[in-house]
């Protein structure tokens, strides 16, 4: 399986995004740079997180229209895997891949700490090695993670079971006193109706080995690879 | 009128920040009159900020050789050997009074000017660290500095992409008027990468690269060597703005460039922008530099050859590339979409001076001639009176008598608990990312020193050369460790003294992660240095800071002196500020200050000797600042960390922490409350401790004294451990066990639940 991390101008996040791969895989990973047209031969792409174009209007909103982005937009299209990691979320929604819009954290500032999240979904390409239900912690950095859509589009979301990973208490409740951010229904990540393309606040690269926490953000990426191995 | 035409009279003179005699020594030095850009130039470089004219005499005595030491102070950071071949580059810095007038920008531009210094040195930024002093939080100004700054620290170091792992903050009414704001910022690089500042090499071309230059930050260098009053706020121009997608962009750039081998030198634009880099890098080269101001890319149209020289634009570069290599380096600066400019060209020895010059153009015109030597070598250099302030007399007047006890011991213990200076910092740390590169082991408030993991390094993960294993890690996975420390109170009542606990604390908090210390940077923040008492405390500081480091034996590797930190005549506490780096061998044997396990024992290396002067005590409950601080004893201060080292690197330990601000109880308390993912079981742990010391309560509990450090460990290693204590003649004491009752529990004095300990210690504000 070949692995491709995007590098907008202002990601910070890719470096991290391209050793947890490789750490956590062993598969080939390479960085795609924002101004490339053309995609090469990927199986799975990944929009890592940072300030692309300093972020300066609206987190996502300039990146969306990077040269690279067109081919992106296909590669999901035709069925192609696509993780959005916190900026990378960002990006998915703004380019229209997934639904809804990111605002400001309630704190109106900076939130970095750990989180517990819930797997709600294990039958998607990226958390496919987790249980149904279970509660890991991951770590979130961001001041725009505050998830909203209309109510229709929330609706269809919870409906189709589009909401991958909430935020919960350690015990795995719904609870607004454990959300960080505000965000709606508690939701930190979702998936588009295929469940090709997910994007998520918390950064799993993040947790990828007990050294540096309880590694339990691995398997995110290690469901990439057994969801392309299954599908031979 | 030619901008140059304006007349250098006496009060253009004083303007700049230039004594008379000053003038005549620039009269001397260039055999006439300057114009006016030539004073401008002279004014930033002869400031105290660019040219330590004040404090250089003093600085030379300090240790700064050491085995691990690659480069110490002269180039743009210090750089530490940490073996395998990298290299670990350092440095603190002060934005001081930018962040009084401009919180924000203050703040965030302070950040962006250590970086670009780490980076210049040829290093990937992996760490930023702050250390902060406000006034009274009870001060509605104290709180939008507050707010201000630690959004500026945040607005900058997140979207660089560097976590901001650690550091201080303390609430005093002497920052009233003048906060301090010291960054701290840390990389890590192969040692055949490393940089220099220097433009080698007659006919080399000269480069700007980076962001356009600006009118913003005219004279900020001036503008931080003199004191601040109310007419600061009307000095706002003078403060830069920042940009920290360009800053990142130029870090990816240069990091490229390193690899490509055509660079030859290269440094910041900082203070004094490129007036300053132009002639130090030439100093540091014995070559003159000239430049062609309409090769400068400029933010506006009709700047003037003065503007252009001394403005702080940020994030830009001032390089030396080799010969017939600059469309090469070209390049990659375009490829990041960053302004490439050759505006110049290293020289030689030139007329009429017969010696290296600094030679700026302007369509064709010369605007300014300057021998380099009397920009750098031959600036002003003061053996400033000092005499010992008369203050001292009536602080060191400490009557222990007259301090009555109080009547409730878990009513002091909470209002210490919860008061500005000790509860959680997590409001603040918590709007930094601290995890970002994903090598952080021990986070803010986990450990007594923020660990970092050392891994790959290099400019993408695709580099070779560093020693590594199959899977990509080195061969032996290590860390450092990092922290940031001093106590304004206890300098301003000792300062030779206060300085040396600054050096032991941070040592001791390195110790207690696991690390073995190896580096200091120095951050000096004093008043005027031309008022005797303050230059008295200066040189009480340095003679502190000698003893301590030499018999610790932590070399000092750069740093950084910020004077006139007063408003309206009344300076700051002397603030030194240590920045240590420490070297954790082994990953297995990092050690947090939370306690563990219930069954543990607790157990304290060193004595009791309820020693109260400065303590926080002392001013929280009884309003008073007085007394010497506690007493050091730096002999039994490096016994204390070898022990504990020893028993961290033997695996005796679960859990250390030092005793500092509060004392023994605010430290029991805080490895009751610390650690990662408490909130899952807010019943553990509690703590059963009974002291057996023949102090008064309060002392006991709440006594600053040094050379403490409070250790868990499983009672199967009591033995091993009480050995080790031994052979380093170390006092060691059972206090007392972890429990799984959720009851923090000292005597018969303090019988609390640990939620309420929690609420305290967190309560908003």
């Known amino acids: ?232 | 009128m030619n901008f140059n035409e304006i007349k250098v009279t006496p009060e253009v003179i004083q303007a700049h920040g230039l004594s008379p005699e000053e003038y005549e020594k620039i009269k001397t030095l260039l055999g006439r009159e300057p114009n006016i850009t030539e004073l401008g130039i002279f004014s930033v470089m002869w400031s105290e900020h660019c040219s330590y004219k004040s404090s250089r005499y003093w600085l030379k005595n300090l240790p700064t050789q050491g085995s691990r030491v690659l480069i110490g102070p002269g180039e743009n950071a210090g750089v530490i050997d940490i073996g395998e071949g990298l290299a670990v580059v350092m440095k603190i810095e002060s934005h001081n009074h930018p962040s009084f007038v401009e919180p924000y920008q203050g703040a965030a531009t302070g950040v962006g000017g250590i970086l670009r210094d780490i980076f210049t040195m040829g290093a990937r930024p992996i760490a930023v660290l702050n250390s902060l002093r406000f006034g009274d939080l009870k001060n509605p100004k104290t709180r939008y500095l507050l707010g201000g700054v630690v959004a500026g620290i945040a607005g900058y170091g997140n979207p660089f992409g560097v976590p901001t792992v650690g550091g201080e903050v303390y609430f005093e009414p002497c920052y009233n008027g003048n906060p301090l704001v010291n960054v701290m910022a840390v990389g890590l690089l192969r040692q055949d990468r490393v940089q220099r500042g220097r433009a080698e090499g007659i006919g080399n071309p000269v480069i700007i690269v980076g962001s356009p230059t600006g009118r913003d930050g005219i004279h900020g260098a001036a503008f931080a060597s003199r004191e601040l009053s109310e007419k600061s706020l009307e000095d706002r121009p003078s403060v830069q703005i920042g940009d920290p997608f360009t800053e990142k962009k130029l870090l990816e750039a240069c990091l490229e460039l390193y690899e490509s081998g055509y660079l030859v030198g290269i440094q910041d634009m900082g203070a004094a922008g490129l007036t300053c880099s132009t002639s130090e890098m030439a100093a540091r080269a014995g070559t003159g530099i000239r430049i062609y101001l309409d090769q400068v890319p400029l933010r506006e149209s009709g700047m003037t050859p003065y503007e252009i020289m001394l403005s702080e634009s940020q994030e830009r570069m001032l390089m030396v590339v080799k010969k017939g290599y600059e469309n090469k380096a070209r390049e990659i600066f375009e490829k990041w979409d960053l302004k490439f400019a050759v505006i110049g060209e290293v020289t030689g020895v030139e007329a009429p001076h017969q010696q290296p010059l600094l030679q700026v153009y302007l369509n064709g015109q010369i605007v300014a001639e300057i021998p380099i030597s009397s920009l750098t070598s031959e600036a002003p250099l003061y053996q400033r009176p000092f005499v010992k302030p008369d203050y001292l007399k009536e602080t060191a007047n400490l009557d222990l008598e007259k301090i009555l006890l109080p009547a409730n011991p878990e009513e002091v213990f909470l209002t210490l608990l919860g008061s500005d200076n000790i509860r959680s910092k997590r409001p603040i740390y918590q709007q930094y990312d601290h995890t970002i590169l994903a090598n952080t082991i021990l986070r803010p408030e986990e450990g007594d020193a923020a660990v970092l993991r050392i891994r790959r390094v290099g400019n993408r993960m695709e580099e070779e050369g560093v020693e590594e294993r199959g899977d990509g890690k080195l061969k032996r996975e290590k860390a450092i460790a990092l922290t940031t420390d001093g106590n304004g109170r206890y300098c301003y009542l000792n300062p030779r003294r206060g300085v040396q606990i600054a050096v032991a604390e941070a040592a001791r908090n390195l110790v207690c992660v696991g690390a073995e210390p190896i580096a200091i940077t120095d951050g000096l923040n004093f008043g005027s240095p031309e008022q005797p008492e303050v230059m008295w405390q200066f040189v009480e500081t340095i003679e502190g800071l000698k003893t301590a480091c030499t018999t610790l034996g932590i070399p000092i590797t750069g740093g950084n002196v910020s004077f006139y930190n007063e408003t309206n005549g009344k300076a700051i506490y002397p603030t030194p500020i240590i920045g240590m780096l420490g070297l954790v061998e082994d990953v297995r044997y990092i050690t947090g200050q939370s306690f563990k396990d219930p069954g543990d024992l607790i157990v304290l290396l060193g004595e009791n000797k309820g020693e109260i002067g400065g303590s926080e005590y002392l001013k929280i409950i009884h309003q008073r600042v007085l007394g010497e601080g506690p007493s050091l004893d730096l002999q039994r201060e490096k016994a204390l960390q070898q022990a504990c080292l020893k028993a961290i690197r033997s695996g005796l330990i679960k859990s250390a922490h030092d005793t500092s601000q509060g004392g023994l109880a605010i430290c029991l308390a805080e490895s009751c409350l610390t650690g990662r993912g408490r909130e899952k079981n807010p019943y553990l742990p509690g703590i059963s401790v009974e002291l057996t010391d023949s102090l008064r309560w309060d002392f006991l509990l709440f006594g600053e004294d040094q050379t403490r450090i409070v250790v868990s460990l499983s009672s199967s290693n009591l033995e091993k451990l009480q050995e080790i204590a031994y052979s380093f003649q170390v006092p060691i004491t059972i206090l007392g066990k972890v429990t799984d009752s959720g009851i923090f529990q000292i005597n018969d004095w303090i019988r609390l639940p640990i939620s309420k300990l929690r609420e305290v210690w967190t309560r908003k504000q």
């Open chain 1, 1 to 232: 399986m070949k692995f491709g991390v995007v590098v907008f101008p202002g990601s910070n996040c890719d470096q991290d995004t391209y050793q947890a791969l490789q750490q956590v895989t062993g598969q080939q990973v390479e960085y795609i740079w924002h101004k490339e047209t053309k995609l090469g031969n990927y199986d799975g792409i990944i929009l890592p997180g940072g300030f692309s174009y300093g972020d300066y209007l609206r987190a996502g909103a300039i990146a969306r229209f990077s040269k690279i982005m067109p081919s992106i937009i296909n590669f999901a299209r035709s069925g192609g895997l696509v993780l959005g990691i916190c900026n990378g979320f960002q990006i998915l929604l703004e380019s229209g891949l997934l639904p809804g819009t990111m605002m400001k954290n309630r704190t109106l500032q900076f939130i970095c700490k750990d989180v517990y999240v819930k797997i709600e979904q294990n039958t998607t390409p990226f958390t496919l090695d987790y249980e149904k239900n279970q509660v890991i912690t991951l770590p979130i950095a961001h001041s725009e993670g505050n998830y909203y859509t209309d109510p229709k589009t929330l609706e269809e979301l919870e409906i189709n079971g589009q909401i991958i990973f909430r935020y919960v208490s350690p015990e795995g409740k719904v609870e607004e006193e454990w959300n960080p951010n505000g965000s709606l229904h508690n939701i930190a990540g979702i998936a588009n109706k295929e469940g090709n393309v997910v994007g998520l606040m918390p950064h799993p690269e993040r947790n990828v080995d007990s050294l540096i926490g309880d590694g339990m953000g691995a398997r995110v990426f290690s469901s990439m690879v057994n969801w392309y191995r299954r599908k031979g």
